[in-house]
């Protein structure tokens, strides 16, 4: 929108950091002009929470809260011109869309024989952002430009399942053996299940987010996403997910990269203290 008056309505790249955490409720963005170009603009947004003023400035510094810190680049991704070459990517496993779902099956009842929609139990506390979209049914609404940071930093609340070692996913998935395993099989089998039930006191704060967009998604915004996301460690209570976002006819849309951590979920839902402004 800041923009749009320039003719570079889209948001090529993003880095967002995030040194307090965000609570539902007003919110001002500031927008510091960085580097105004005539291809290119760059932009500093910071995202200010509590101890607002209801008249310019808006925002009081000793009271408010910086909750998202942002570098932005921004263009007209429609109007971009140049050399393309095809890259030794394309031809990998990675590249390719997964079988694509019974998309009205899905919307009618949450699967469809190979997809299926994850549920949050209904007792979980987890924050209500995590009930907002479907990630096997649409969110009610379409996915446009403005949302494709909501879409990459947004999981399944079951999400640790699918980026565990294939080995720990079976053993979290399949049936005890009694007659068939272990003692050392037993041992792990209960660990790893321990751990799984563990899921609903914790809370995953993304630290870094990185966002590149692709390609120009339609103005009117699309109804389904592919979102693969992988993880290359998951260790000591923090880790990193590489997330790719194609459209339904398999063309990228976006890359994006984070550093996330794994706390309890009291660090998200405990009462504030102080509200005075912190990095």
């Given amino acids: 929108m800041h923009l749009a008056p320039r003719g570079q309505p889209d948001t090529l790249t993003a880095h967002f950091e995030f040194p307090n955490r965000t609570f539902a409720g007003p919110a001002v963005i500031s927008v510091d002009e960085v580097n105004l170009g005539k291809q290119l603009s760059r932009l500093h947004l910071t995202l200010w929470q509590g101890g607002l003023m209801s008249k310019p400035p808006w ?4 009271a408010s809260r910086r909750t998202v810190l942002a570098y932005t680049t ?7 011109t140049g050399i393309s070459l095809p890259t030794g990517y394309e031809g990998r496993e990675a590249a390719a869309l997964p079988t694509l779902p019974d998309f009205e099956a899905l919307k009618a009842s949450g699967r469809d024989g190979s997809w299926e929609e994850p549920k949050i139990p209904e007792s979980s506390p987890w924050p209500r952002a995590s009930w ?5 049914s649409p969110a009610g609404e379409p996915i446009t430009k403005d ?5 990459v930093d947004s999981f399944p609340y079951n999400m640790h399942t699918f980026l565990a070692a294939p080995e720990l ?3 979290l998935l399949s049936q005890p053996d009694p007659d068939g395993e272990t003692k050392e099989k037993k041992a792990q089998r209960a660990e790893v299940k321990e751990r799984d039930e563990q899921r609903a006191g914790l809370w995953f704060p993304t630290v870094v987010m990185n966002l590149e967009a692709k390609t120009a998604l339609p103005v009117e915004g699309v109804e389904w996403l592919a979102v693969r996301v992988t993880s290359k460690q998951i260790k000591d209570g923090k880790f990193d ?3 790719i976002v194609r459209d339904v006819e398999g063309e990228m849309v976006a890359l994006s990269h984070h550093v996330a951590m794994i706390v309890s979920l009291e660090r ?3 009462k504030r203290g102080s509200s005075k402004a912190s990095l």
């Fill in 59 to 62: 925002v009081d510094q000793s």
């Fill in 74 to 80: 921004h263009a007209d991704l429609r109007n971009f």
């Fill in 132 to 136: 907002t979209c479907g990630y096997a």
């Fill in 147 to 151: 949302t494709l940071a909501y879409v």
């Fill in 169 to 171: 996913r079976q053993l």
């Fill in 241 to 243: 997910m590489e997330v």
């Fill in 268 to 270: 998200n839902t405990k």
